[in-house]
């Protein structure tokens, strides 16, 4: 007879698939597995100056869309030898931006408080 399943955890909801608020309270955290966890799932979506990230979050497990911006005022073209892209791999700090209510959230604040870092392959062109 094979053992029984060890009981699983349920994730908290999103409301996006049931309506409600989720238990898990807001809190600024960030924990070594997060990059990993989130990417396994990631969609990538090139933008003209960024991307968009389409993924769950490893924290509280909703669905969220973070839009990285490579940067937010454009420099003026540099003249002369171009710069070297070094690995091509560029950082992107990410952050839960989910819609679902967590308890404790500030008004002016989105997601549940979840952060974490990726790398991203820098686009050759």
């Known amino acids: 007879m094979p ?3 060890p009981p ?15 238990a898990l309270p807001y809190d600024e955290v960030t924990e070594p597995g997060y990059p990993a966890s989130y990417t396994a799932g990631l969609r990538i979506e090139a933008t ?3 991307a968009v990230l389409t993924g769950t979050c490893p924290r509280c497990h909703c669905a969220t869309v973070y839009t990285w911006t490579r940067s937010v005022v454009r420099a003026a073209p540099r003249t002369g030898r171009p710069r070297r892209t070094g690995t091509g791999l560029v950082p992107v700090p990410v952050l839960c931006v989910c819609t679902t ?25």
């Open 3 to 5: 053992e029984p399943a």
């Open 8 to 22: 699983t955890r349920n994730p908290p909801t999103d409301p996006a698939r049931t309506g409600r608020a989720s």
């Open 48 to 50: 003209g100056d960024g």
């Open 101 to 125: 209510e967590h308890p404790g959230r500030p008004g002016d604040e989105e997601g549940c408080g979840a952060y974490w870092n990726i790398l991203l392959e820098r686009e050759r062109r």
